[in-house]
């Protein structure tokens, strides 16, 4: 079993930025992969960003450029730095585990994670 408990949602300005943090806990955590997912009212869960337990990082052609997640593996978290933010952006984020390896076409489907979070909501206004 894999606890992910996100923090450091907020309320902030467009062209702003924010960081958000997944503490990840677990007997076998650090095998799994980690990616962030969003989810706006009314929308479908989107993928965000994945980074494997290598350091291989994926992000959605949405945020690409903006956004850029990192792991501490020394204090087991997996940070999702977004910079530059839009109110498209607004919507609740999730941290989210998996061990199946992912190539450039799956890392983003939500059957490739087993475990998820709570959520920390994020809200852009323009």
């Known amino acids: 079993q894999v606890q992910l408990v996100e923090s450091g949602g907020g309320s902030v300005q467009s062209g702003e930025s924010l960081r958000l943090t997944c503490a990840v806990s677990?007997?076998?955590?650090?095998?799994?992969?980690l990616a962030w997912f969003r989810q706006a009212p009314g929308k479908k869960r989107e993928a965000v960003s994945r980074?494997?337990?290598?350091?291989?990082?994926y992000y959605s052609d949405s945020v690409k450029g903006r956004f850029t997640i990192s792991r501490d593996g020394a204090k087991d978290t997996v940070y999702l730095q977004m910079n530059s933010l839009k109110p498209e952006d607004t919507a609740m984020y999730y941290c989210?585990?998996?061990?199946?390896?992912?190539?450039?076409?799956?890392?983003?489907?939500?059957?490739?994670?087993?475990?998820w979070g709570q959520g920390t909501q994020v809200t852009v206004s323009s």
């Open positions: 989210e585990a998996g061990d199946a390896p992912a190539t450039y076409t799956t890392w983003s489907r939500e059957s490739m994670y087993k475990y």
């Open positions: 980074i494997s337990r290598s350091g291989t990082t």
């Open positions: 677990g007997a076998t955590h650090s095998k799994y992969s």
